[in-house]
C-alpha cells in the first residue's frame, strides 16, 4: 500500500512512532500505549499494513492483536495440511502453530479417520 492512500488512523500511529524513534535510545522497549495504538489499527485496518507502515515486526504485532481479541481463531496461528504418498494409498501431516509458538505435528496413514475439528480444539484447550 502506498504511503499516500493509508487510512487516517495508520497515518497517524505512523506518525507516533516517528516521534518516538526520534527520540528514543538504543534497546528502548516500545511504550505500550503505542503499541495499543498500533494493535487497534490492526483490528481495523489489518496487521500486515499497519506493520508495513508503522515497521513493526508482523509476527509481534499479530499476537498482540491476538491476545488483545482473546479469541481461539486469533490464537491459532498457523496450519499445514500436507498429502504423503505411500504405497499403502496415502497418509498425511498435520502441522499446528499456536500463536505463542506452541507446534503440534500429527503424521497419520488415514487422516479421513481423525476428527480434526476435536483434535484442533484439544489443542487449543477450548
Known sequence: MDEKQLPEAIERV?????????HKR?????PEGLW??????????GVHAVSRAVRLEH????RRVADRAGGEAEAFAFMEW???PSAA???CV????????????ICVHDGA???????????LGA
Not at 538504543?26 to 516500545?30: E, L, V, Y
Not at 498435520?94 to 503440534?104: D, P, Q, V, Y
Open 36 to 45: 495499543r495504538a498500533a494493535v487497534e489499527a490492526a483490528q481495523r485496518h
Open 26 to 30: 538504543p534497546r528502548d522497549r516500545i
Open 113 to 123: 479417520a481423525i476428527d480434526w475439528a476435536r483434535m484442533k480444539e484439544a489443542f
Open 82 to 84: 500436507a498429502d504423503m
Open 94 to 105: 498435520i502441522e499446528m502453530e499456536k500463536s505463542n509458538g506452541t507446534r503440534l505435528r
Open 14 to 22: 505512523q506518525s507516533q512512532f516517528a516521534q518516538w524513534r526520534a
Open 59 to 62: 509476527a509481534a504485532l499479530s
Open 89 to 91: 494409498g496415502g497418509g
